[in-house]
């Protein structure tokens, strides 16, 4: 019972092929100059082949396998004739023509011991393999297991990750809701608005966390679905009569820089909201993205406002502030581009990501 486990614990059982295996199995078979080479597992009640070159299939009832003696030995098996070895004589696929006539074994074993299956060689001809060979498959074998090792590392590096991004939105989600409480208290409109700048700041960084659990895509999230949720949020925030439009390319960034470019986002929609839409005029805030495969991915923010001169001639001009410093730092951060785009209308804004 163990040992199934440790075995189903790697989750590698019923997997797709993977080249990592496929070329150590080719290689096991071309050094020992065989016409049958297997990664064997050995479930409970069957015999199942990771990589296989010569057999054709991807597992075989457990009560003929010649794998199954094999885990039972320290490190290594050779049958050098399967017909004279009473373990293996009565088997019915050494019998017959063309039957397997020869096994060689290399243990896969985890760091503590516990045999999970075999790297094999297999012919229809008795035969014996040099000191060479089987140091060769020996060599082999072991790189198996640290191919599963790595694996299985990953798959816990990922569990963990999902489950600190699951706090840590949880936590950020508590903190919003006790900055959403302080901002009704507040006496003055100075402060609400303060701390409701604040509050969008930690909703953008919380549904980051939040589709980076979600995800399965290891390591990296979609712009798109991110961006959806951000705009979802900016939303609520917008002046009466003001829309917000997402028109974006999906493209897998790593989670810092879609943090990063989220931020960009919160801000350039923040700072027009308050600045292009002057005495309750109406209008639209728009982002566009478009990526260009291996190169960049440029994102424009732009609206049918007053525009920058007129916004910097009326009462509510723009003055550089912390919200302009926060999308300058962010830009800097994956070492994107940020400019003014000419337009006959309102204003835009172009960021550009290098992928």
Known sequence: ??????????????????????????????ICDAP????NLIDQDRQWFKAEVGLGVRETPLDTSLCAHAILEEEFLEIEDTLADQRTASN???????????????????????????????????????????????????????????????????????ESDHRVKNSLTAITALVRIQGRQAASDETRAALGVVRQRIDTVAALHGLLYQTKTEGTICLAEYLAQIVGLLRGTAPEGVALSLDVARVQLSPAVAGSVAVIVNELCTNAFKHAFPHGNGGTVTLTGTAEPGKSYILTCADDGVGLAAAANGSNAAQPGIGNAIIEASVAQFGGKLEVVPTDIGRAVQITVPL
């Open 92 to 162: 019915p696929l050494c019998a017959g023509e063309p039957g397997l006539r020869y096994y060689a074994g290399a243990l896969l074993r985890t760091g503590d011991g516990l045999p999970l299956g075999t790297l094999c060689v297999l012919d229809t001809t008795p035969r014996r393999l040099s000191p060479l060979q089987i140091n060769a498959l020996r060599v082999l074998a072991a790189q198996v297991m640290t191919q599963l090792e790595l694996r299985l590392a990953l798959r816990r590096e990922a569990a963990l990750r999902r």
């Open 1 to 30: 019972m163990e040992r199934l486990a440790a075995l189903h614990r790697y989750g590698v059982l019923d997997t797709p092929r993977e080249s990592d295996f496929d070329d150590i199995v080719a290689l096991a078979s071309e």
């Open 36 to 39: 049958i080479s297997v990664i």
